[in-house]
């Protein structure tokens, strides 16, 4: 976990499905990640590449009129309107950039889209700023999507607009940071997911196998699909390591002991792995609370 | 008496599925496959779907706005 401490057996706080049997709760507050106050600015480090000669890096800005970019080498530019290209000069080494966005921004995958691939960390996604769309960019990927230097996601300075105010393809979860392979644990306490409306394939083929919300985000709930957060398989588990039995039969119970069961649609897909009868009942009352479940069978 | 969960057990050949909300099939609930090595359970539903043809179910799926394979 990025923040907080977590006890085991305690049942208040944050619900945490550890992908590998865990189940615990956390006990950071919840309204920020244990207290950590985040930047009003998007503010992250790009790890800029030796440049030679010159290397150019848009912000595509989706019709943002008035805003702010700090390109990190001392250049400030203000009141932007429409893309804005930065030109960085030449340098011998790497160098870790600190780059920062303010104003009316609304896209963040297009804000992000050029530096993604060598971002190594999001600082902040700026809490003044309300994102209409997380989607952007070539493609319309997810905005973190094929970012394998980042290792976590800091989802409590991710505020959204309003459903109403947002735009494209609304603010959806869909493929956001897959091929995120430096990525093995997901945290969003203290994020409101009340304003998400899709989530497909959020952390595919990255390298997820520890899940943390609060216990008032049912992200299963969410989604035009009904696929729901916990989308597990083993590529959001791990791309490279198959579950053994003994290690799918803790995750059922762990999911059997913290996951929603109220009745919402879930979907579980694990891939061919195996449950033994110790992961029988787990996986038997989670299908009796609607979640639909895809594996190897039963040894 | 309740009936019996639907179960699809290592199939012959892959197996797509589309899971809708009612019979009225307007929205799509949930939707997935089941490789030849794979079991698939969910509670008993009149709603479910299968498909052995994979365009079949992609046509519904876009139809719907849903890329699978996003």
Known sequence: MGWGKIYESTWWGSLIINGWGGAYFNLSNGSGGGGISYSEELDFVWEAPTISGSLNRTVQSY??????????????????????????????????????????????????????????????????????????????????????LITSIPFASLKLAPISEQTGNKVRFDTFARYSTGLTSIDFTGFDSSRVVGIINPFRDANVTSITFDANQNFSSIGLEGQGFIYLSNYHLSPTAQMTTEQYDSFLLALASTAPLNGIRVTVNCGSVQYSETGAISRATLIANNYNITDGGQI | MSKENIKISKPEVKTYWILWDSELQENIEAQGFVNTDQTFEILYTDNLITYIDEDEWLEVLFKNNINPYY
């Open chain 1, 63 to 148: 019709g943002a009129t008035n805003y702010t970019v700090d390109w990190g080498d001392g250049t400030i530019d203000t009141n932007l309107s429409g893309n804005a290209t930065h030109t960085y000069t030449s340098s011998s080494s790497n160098s870790s950039i600190n780059i920062k966005m303010s104003g009316d921004l609304s896209n963040l995958g297009g804000c992000l889209y050029d530096f993604r691939s060598q971002i190594s960390s999001i600082n902040s996604f700026g809490t003044s700023i309300e994102w209409k769309a997380l989607e952007g960019g070539s493609f319309n990927r997810g905005a973190l999507y094929q970012a394998p």
